[in-house]
């Protein structure tokens, strides 16, 4: 099980990549096509033209963690295709590497801070 704090930001690329990209190739990638920071931090979803695979790359502080799935039946849930990235929540990413349909459509709930009480 991979797991991430609250604060943790997750970015999801919309488009798809050359899988055999590897790690110099991605943050590149989210370097220069993404405009993101790939020593931030963040954790940053890939998928395949083939809907079966995705790349998951995050900075844990002292290297680069690069985790693939592939799934041996069915595919991911993806959002239509379009240029850039989407910011989801820690859930909605168990959600889409469990493979759970869905994920994307789901708002994430925000609640506002109790304001403190004089």
Known sequence: MIS???DVRVF???QPIDFRRGVHGLVAL???G???QPYSGD???FRAKRLDRLKLLAFDGSGI???TKWLEAGHFDWPSPREGTMCVTGAQLAMLVEGLPGWSRIAP???NRPQKVA
């Open 4 to 6: 991430f704090g609250r």
């Open 12 to 14: 999801v690329a919309t």
């Open 30 to 32: 989210i370097a220069e």
């Open 34 to 36: 993404l405009g993101g």
């Open 43 to 45: 954790v940053f979803v």
């Open 65 to 67: 963690v690069l985790a």
């Open 109 to 111: 709930r925000v609640t």
